[in-house]
C-alpha cells in the first residue's frame, strides 16, 4: 500500500528551562507520512527546526516500541494521543487528518516540574519506588531461585498485569487531580500479589503512599481517566487493592 | 507513619469520605421513607402520622444518636471533600491548553465537588426552612384540631327547651396520641376562654399549675405551607413555585451526585471484584435516579395540590 502523506499544523509547548515561562507556539509541517510514529513527526519537525538553525523541540523517549515508560507527551487533550493501549511512540500519523491541527503539551503536575519544552521530571515517581517498591533478598551469592515458590497461575497473571505498568505517568497526566494512584498501586501490587511480596507488604504500602503523598501528587477521586488512558490498561481494580493493603496495614501495622 | 497518619494521608481521607457519603446514602433512605407520608396520607389522619413520626424522630434516643451522626457525617464529608478539592487544584498548578477529559471519564465524576457544594448550599437553607424552626428557634406551632358543635348551656325556663350555641373547641395533639382541649370560642360572641395554660410545647393546667400532657409540633403544616399548600388557616408561602423549583434542580444534583459517589464509596473501601462490582453499579445507578427522583415528586405533589 503506497504510504500517503499529510500537511498539519502543530501547536507545542516551548520552555526554555525549569525556570523559564513558557508557551504555546505554532509550527507547520509538511509531507508527513501517515506510516510515521508521533515520535518520528517529531524528528521531522526538530530536522525542519534545525535546518531553519532555530532550537529542536526537547521531548523524552528512548525505545521507541512501548515498553521502556520514556515517552510522554499530552497530545489533542489525551495522554498519549486520542489511540487507547498505545505510549506516544507507538501512535500512528494515521490517526490524525490531513490539515488538522495537533496539540502537544508536556504531562502536567505539580510533581512533575517541566524540564524543558516537552521533558519533564518524573523522579518523584523513583523515590515512591525506593520508598518500598522492591522485596528485600539476599544477594551475596546465594540468591534464592526467584521460583522456588510455586504460585498459581491465576495470581501470577495478576502480579504480571500490574507489572506491566512501565511508570510512564500517563495516570497522573489524564487524571484531573495529578494523582499517582493507579502508578503506586501497580506497584504495591505486582508485590502484594505474590508470596515473596508479604513480608513487607505493610511497610510497603504505608511507605510508599507516604512518599507519594510527599511528592505533592493529588487525591484519587475515582473517575478512571487513569485506566483508561493508561498504555498498559493497568485496572482500577489495583487501586482498590491497594486501599484494602493500606487500610489493613493502617489499622494492624506495628 | 505518624500518629495522624489515620487523618492526614490521602487513603485516609478518601475513607472518611467512603464512610461518611455510605452512611448519608442510609440517611437518605430513611428521610425519603418519612417524607413519603406527606403524599401517601391525607387529612388530619396524614397530618397526624407525619406530626407523630416527627416527634418520635426528635425524641427518640436511637434517633438521636443516628442524628448527632448524619450531622457528623455532613461536616466531615463536606469539610474533607472541600479540602480535598483544595489540594487536588495544587497537584496540578497549570492546566491543559487543551483538554478532552469527557473521552475518559464521566462528567459526574469530574465535577462531584461542585455538586457537593450546592448540596452542601441546599442542606444549609433546607435546614433552616424546616430543621431550625423545629429544633433550635422552636417556632413552629402545636398540632391544633377545631371542632365546632353546638353546646347546651341551659333550658328555656319557659318551654323547656335545650339552649344551645355554637361552640369552637381547640384542642392540641398530645405526645400520648390523645386530643387535649385548649380553648373554647364562642362563634357569636368571639369570645373566647383558654382551658389549658400554653408554654412551649407544655401544656398546663389552668388551676392546679400541673403539667397535663406534652403537645406535638405541627411541622406538617410549616412544609406544607412552604410548598404552596395553605393548610389550617396559614397562608401559603408565596415563594412557593420557586421553593418546588429550587428543591427538584437541588434532587438533579443530588443525582449526579450519587450516580458516581455511590460506587466510588466502594472503590474507595477497597471493595472492586469481578464479581460483584455489576451488582454495586446497578444498585448505585438505580439508587441515584429512585431515590432523588422520589424526593422531588413530594414537592411537586403537594404544589399541584394545593
Known sequence: MASKTININLKIWRQKNANSKGSMETYKLDNVSTDSSFLEMLDQLNEQLVNERKEPIAFDHDCREGICGMCSLYINGEAHGPDRAVTTCQLHMRK???????????????????????????SAFDRIQQAGGFVSVNTSGRTMDANAIPIGKAE???????ATCIGCGACVA????????????????????LPQGQVEAQQRVLNMVKQMDEEGFGNCTNTGACAVECPKEISLENIARMNREYLKAMVAAE | MSKSGIFTSSLAKKYWMALTGLFLITFLVGHLLGNLQLITKTGEEGRRAFNEYAYFMGHNIFIKILAYLTYFSILAHACIGLYLAVQNKKARP??????????????????MAILGTILLIFIVTHMANFWWKQKITETVPLHYVENTTDMQIGQDPMTGAPVTR????????????????????????????ELVKIKDTKLIDMNTNLHKAEGVRDLHTVVMNFFGHSEQGQPANEYALIAVILYVVSMFVLMFHLWHGFGSAFQSLGLNHRKYNGLIRFVGQAFAIVVPLAFAIIPVMIYLNR
Not at chain 2, 497549570?94 to 465535577?111: C, L, M, Q, V
Not at chain 2, 369552637?168 to 373566647?192: F, P
Open chain 1, 156 to 162: 501470577a497473571d495478576k502480579a504480571f498485569e500490574a
Open chain 2, 94 to 111: 497549570k492546566n491543559y491548553a487543551y483538554n478532552k477529559p469527557g473521552t475518559n471519564s464521566s462528567a459526574a465524576s469530574r465535577y
Open chain 2, 166 to 193: 355554637k361552640i369552637t373547641l381547640q384542642s392540641a395533639l398530645t405526645t400520648n396520641g390523645n386530643y387535649l382541649e385548649v380553648a373554647a370560642k364562642d362563634v357569636e360572641s368571639g369570645q373566647s376562654q
Open chain 1, 174 to 193: 489524564s487524571c484531573k487531580n495529578a494523582s499517582a494512584m493507579l502508578f503506586v498501586s501497580a506497584k504495591v501490587s505486582q508485590l502484594a500479589l
Open chain 1, 96 to 122: 490524525f487528518k490531513d490539515g488538522e491541527t495537533i496539540y502537544v503539551e508536556p504531562w502536567r503536575a505539580k510533581a512533575f516540574p517541566v524540564i524543558k519544552d516537552l521533558v519533564v521530571d518524573r
